[in-house]
């Protein structure tokens, strides 16, 4: 009996995803619900003066700051996307977003990150510069890195990024 508890229990470990999807959708909530209140959780933890100009340099930095360098990387990217993000309010918030931006694009390694990344910087082209041709090509560049990923934090991924789709699609055919 305890030779099979211990194979289901095995079999059940086994089976767990890597990133857990209740803290994905959890995120993706708040972010949506409560921005600001976000925005503050987060920041408190981010330094403001933060540079580096390689992933080496960022989890150097992470380890200073007692974080793992993936959840930086992921609070930089949600930093992008509140600081794009009309109800936080904040001053030059489009400014902090570019900054951000350069510095992610030093570190982004995987698929996901770099189709995150694609994402925000068609946000910030269509937020900041109203290019929304950009912002199409880049987020369908964005779905394509993740066509056969289908892990939580992806498919919540390409849910935003065919929401931001969407609504440049319905923005581009009200100023025709």
């Known amino acids: 009996m305890r030779f099979w508890t211990a194979a289901l229990l095995l079999f059940m470990v086994s089976w767990i995803p890597p990133v857990s999807a209740e803290d994905a959708d959890a995120t993706e909530i708040a972010l949506r619900e409560t921005p600001q209140a976000l925005y503050e959780r987060i920041i408190t933890h981010y330094p403001e003066d933060l540079q580096f100009s390689s992933r080496a340099q ?76 950009a912002t199409i090509a880049l987020d369908n560049q964005a779905l394509s890195l993740l066509q056969d ?9 390409k849910f935003v ?16």
């Open 58 to 133: 960022l989890q150097q930095q992470a380890k200073a700051l007692r974080l793992d360098p993936q959840q930086l990387i992921d609070n930089m990217m949600l930093l992008v996307r509140l600081n794009l993000d009309i109800q936080v309010k904040k001053t030059h918030k489009q400014t902090t977003a570019r900054q951000l931006l350069d510095q992610l694009q030093l570190v982004v390694q995987s698929d996901y990150e770099k189709a995150t990344l694609l994402n925000l910087e068609g946000r910030y082209q269509g937020r900041v510069k109203q290019d929304y041709n």
């Open 149 to 157: 990923n289908n892990d939580p934090r992806a498919l919540i991924l």
């Open 161 to 176: 990024i065919y929401e931001d789709l969407g609504t440049v699609n319905l923005m581009t055919k009200k100023s025709q």
